[in-house]
Every structure is written in structure tokens, then in C-alpha cells.
């Protein structure tokens, strides 16, 4: 399942994107559920704007396996 966004606007501030971050894995949760399969690792990753060449580009990802195999939202997020 991948749910792959923009933030539509650029995001600066921490709980702003950990916010949006939420949303996403609420949305591969909801998706999971729908085909009644579970999740047993979670990967995000973030990258700055490539089309804004004034800015420094960032990019970096990170992955965690889960303790269970999950499509519980609280689960997902945490």
C-alpha cells in the first residue's frame, strides 16, 4: 500500500508535518482494512521541492518493522 502526496504547500514547521503524516497513514489504514490485509512494516519518506532550485534540497526516508502485523490506524501512526 503506498500513499504517496504533496503537502500542497510548503511545510516548515514540525507538528504541521507530523500532522500530514497522520493523515497519510490513516489513509494506507483505511486501504488496508478495504483488502482485508495488515501491514508489517511502515516506511515515510520526505523530500523538499526539486522544482524549487532556490532552496537547499533535502531528501531522507525511514522504516520500522512492526511488532504485529497491523491495519489498526493507532497502530500505523504511532
Known sequence: ???SRSFGNMLTNLTDIEEALSNYAARCADKLRKQETSAQYVMVFLHTNPF???D???SNWRGIALSHP???TPDIIQ
Do not use: D, F, S
Request: proline share 0%; aromatic share 8%.
Open 1 to 3: 500500500i503506498c500513499t
Open 56 to 58: 537547499k534540497q533535502y
Open 52 to 54: 524549487n532550485k532556490t
Open 70 to 72: 497491523t491495519n489498526a
